[in-house]
């Protein structure tokens, strides 16, 4: 199987401080190694916790730190599994570049489903890693038990990106420099990265600066700069080209939809309009919340996905009762509905 050594980048804990932890003070069995990816590329996973099985796909150039406070909670109750995909943290960069695309991870986490004998499992998405959710739901059907699509769209990004079509032609001038000079490029993305300005930026682009404590953002700004753009620069060009739109309708899995109510990066109507598509999906647009909402409000995203398990008959309660003759069984599918939730609402 995998390596034991240590990883170099553990989940992050994240800085937030709650008055009552997150997973109630207890340690949960936790393991992690290394797996093959579909062409051989060592790509690192971890497991934390037992019970039916949650596996969370982050977005893209990001980390476990996207879904940390989900993973302290759920793990509980839960086999809370995530991996870094190909070229992210722990895991190596492929040999060839060209394999950065959304359908090549999702055929990663497939080779990660076989390694682990999972039993079909609920996919949590974030940004990007809703297309990857997608994209592995389209390629096997039957390890998804549910989905959780949070902050995502069914295409093409950067059309909508900042609501604003500039950006998909700043990627675009990004990877000529980088054809010009790669190393001269390289130097330009670290020292960019690392300026205090961008931390700023960053945390009135993709967080609520108001609520995603400042220590949080600067570690996603650390990544950020210590991974190889030419990562960044590959997947766009697949990612902006992805497109679900044409097959939704085929979904017959619970799906929850999760939307921040300021999501500059990807605005609330590609969230409105994956719930128009996935027949029987729960739209929940959180006020106040920005592109990392389950990051902004933890504790509500939190709940809202509880809910939602157990609405599905997923989680580890919802089992118990549908196995106990004196209470009537969980729905199996979980009706069409909409909700926008306050951050008091944890």
Known sequence: MASPSYPAHPRPAGTRRFRKPLNGGLDVPTRHGWFQGHDGTRLFYCVEGEGPPLVFCYGMVCSSLHWTYQIQRLSTRHQAVWFDYRGHQNSETP???????????????????????????????????VNVVLEFYRQRPRDVAGMVLANGTAKRPLETLLNNTVIGHTFTLLSRLHDLSPRLFRGFWRNYLENPVIDAIVGIGGFNPHLTPPEDIRMYVKQISQMDPLVLLNLVANYDSYDATAWLHTIDKPTLILAGENDDVIPPAQQELLHQLIPGSRLATLAHASHCSQMDLPETVNAIIEEFLERAGISRRAEAEAASPSRESASPTTPPSRSRHQPSAS
């Open 95 to 129: 040999a060839d570049l060209s394999t950065l695309t959304i359908p090549s991870i999702a055929k990663d986490l497939g080779c990660l489903f076989d390694e682990l004998k999972l039993p079909p499992a609920v996919l949590l998405g974030h940004s990007m890693g």
